[in-house]
């Protein structure tokens, strides 16, 4: 498709690998972590300004660890250079998956600049996460765009181990008939969704009907390996809890996933000792973050005194690395190994190793958005 006007397009760049280390038996895999970015560097990636004038945009800056003019002067790419950098200190993770976002669609199959709050593209992810062995690329495609299908390839081949969604945000109906096609299409590429289940409290407006884990039940019905993010563990639709409304559907669909990401926030610090109470729902966890906001002021093991101690929490508090201290306290909250483990488990993770062939071959020049709304 064509440039916008004003837009330029991103340097026709080399993918040298895609988490060129092979995944360790005793690391676990966090594959629920956020980049985001201002353009700066031609990454492509834009907040638009309504969302950067709310109060949230300065406690994800907080959060990530930069600054505005970090980005401006080092590029959008430093906060994957920090993920990497954390995560090599872990004791326990290995590795991450950072995870693309695409916008909101028109009825003209393209990008409507205008209503897309976060706009993170695949190719920026795809290229930075190739410089850091322990980065792995997870990619977002909104099913209406025009050419949605030859994204969801593309990703494929260029090393992406999930599509991310956030519907709520990205005006996705999940229960739409008309991406049917899109549903085969994971189904045949093998590729997992990862989507926001519940709702969506982190930006600064949302369509939080969209986020009713019910709307799943087509992918699911299909095939496709859903991963619902949070247990669905906010909001509620049609009067009942989206936490409760997602529970029986665990038994109706074997491809049915949930993940552990958020779980500890102050907001939702009851969910994850409910959640392990259900019997069976363990085995169809998987160990993921939601970097950076469990590391912020949302979380705290003191939030969590009544169920592990002070003793423990004070214990926990102690421990420096952010990915170290949110495995301890997910563990001290009762979470199984085999948890932890199944991220690695489900997730193709040998599209992380060198020697896939889409990993060593030149990106073709893509065309990026201006690198701001308007």
């Excluded at 560097?41 to 907080?62: I, Q, T």
């Excluded at 660890?65 to 993920?83: C, P, Q, S």
């Excluded at 590729?191 to 019910?214: I, K, Q, S, V, W």
């Amino acid at each position: 498709m064509p440039n916008p006007p004003g837009s330029r397009s991103l340097p026709t760049l080399v993918l040298a690998s895609v988490c060129v280390a092979p995944m360790a038996a005793e690391g676990y895999l966090d594959m629920h972590v956020h980049t985001a970015g201002i353009g700066a560097g031609g990454s492509g990636a834009f907040v638009h300004p309504e969302m950067r004038s709310n109060f949230r945009f300065r406690f994800y800056l907080s959060a990530f660890g930069v600054t505005e003019a970090d980005l401006e002067a080092g590029g959008d790419g430093i906060v994957l250079a920090r993920i990497s950098a954390q995560v090599a200190e872990s004791e326990h993770v290995a590795h991450a998956v950072v995870l693309a976002l695409d916008g909101v669609v028109g009825t003209d199959g393209e990008l409507d600049r205008d209503a897309t709050q976060v706009y993170v593209p695949n190719e920026f992810v795809a290229v930075e996460v190739a410089r850091h062995d322990n980065l792995c690329y997870g990619a977002s495609v909104n099913p209406y765009r025009r050419d949605a299908l030859e994204r969801l390839e593309r990703a494929k081949a260029d090393g992406a181990l999930l599509i991310k969604w956030i519907p709520n945000t990205m005006h996705i109906d999940p229960a739409d008939p008309a991406i049917r096609p899109f549903y085969e299409k994971l189904v045949a590429l093998d590729l997992p969704l990862l989507t926001h289940a519940g709702h969506e409290r982190a930006f600064a407006n949302a369509h939080n009907e969209l986020g009713d884990p019910r709307r799943l039940e087509l992918p699911l019905s299909m095939g496709v390996t859903v991963i619902a993010a949070h247990i669905a563990t906010t909001g509620e639709n049609e009067g009942q809890d989206n936490f409760e409304r997602i529970l029986p559907m665990f038994a109706r669909f074997p491809n049915l996933y949930s993940e552990i990401s958020s779980l500890t926030q102050i907001n939702k610090r009851n969910y994850l000792k409910r959640a392990l109470a259900v019997p069976g729902i363990d085995e169809r966890l998987l160990y993921g973050t939601d970097w950076p906001l469990q590391f912020a002021l949302l979380v705290s093991p003191f939030y969590n005194v009544d169920h592990i101690g002070f003793d423990t929490a004070r214990e926990l508090s102690d421990i420096d690395n952010v990915w170290d201290r949110d495995i301890a306290l997910k563990r001290a909250l009762g979470t199984p190994d085999a948890v932890f483990e199944r991220s690695a488990e489900l997730l193709d993770t040998e599209s992380c190793a060198p020697s896939r062939p889409s990993a060593t071959r030149p990106l073709d020049p893509v065309e990026m958005p201006p690198t701001g709304p308007g």
